[in-house]
């Protein structure tokens, strides 16, 4: 349970670009209230990227307090809207984050939503791997495409189902990773994890992947972005990479399809 916030004189977008030394930090969460960003930490952060008044708080307090912070995003067509901020609007994607990664603020996943904004998804068969809160899922299911979602953890599918229902969209999800789905393929296969995963996973992703499919692959620092490229290219897979401010996405195809 976090027990220490880093009030900073920035916005998300300043937070976005030191996700990763803020990760690395201990950081579970983060939210801007009034101009100010804050920044959930696990433990007390020893040299964090961004200065800023710490805090030590109270356990039962961080969550509340976080959520609170939380304001809609506007991601491709979507408005990823915290469910207890709804208002009816019909771009609106309701997310309730629970304890799951995925409230639409990360730059990662604003850039996986607006990549399958640009696919036509109706009657498309999705993956999402590491679904977190199902955002992605949902959005493609909301598209018209029939969605599966796979994530680890089981507060993260449990968070999915809970905000598919919300959305009142119908997804399947499965807990454990990709072996789950091992054997099937999917016309889009989204993976917002990380550099290391991707390149272990690299096989498994593009064997789920449809002979004239897509991977739409995410969570990769700029830096590691040629690294990712390379590992999906050495198993079949032909890469464009998009970067961003600090993130880079990729898109690959089967070569073979
Ligand atoms: C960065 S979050 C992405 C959440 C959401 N898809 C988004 O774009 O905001 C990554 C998620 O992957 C899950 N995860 C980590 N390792 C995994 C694995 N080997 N297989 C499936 N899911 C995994 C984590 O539990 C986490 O929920």
Redesign the pocket.
Known sequence: MPTWALHVDADLDEVNRHWAALDAAGMLAAAEVDDTAIIYFARRPDDPPLDGRLEHIADRDWHERWRDGLTPIRAGRWTVTPSWLATGGTDELLIDPGQ???TGH?E??VG?LEALDALSLRGRTVL??????G??AIAAARAGAVATA????PL?TTAASDNARRNRVSIAVVTG??DRVAGRTFDVVVA??DSA?LIA?AGGLARVVAPDGVLVAS?VSNPRSDEVAGALTAVGLSVEVSTGHEWSLLRARRTDG
């Open positions: 799951a990664f995925g990360h990662t996943t996986c999402d791997v590491g679904t977190g809160t955002v992605l796979v994530d680890v953890d993260a990773t990709l917002n994890l995963m996973a969570g």
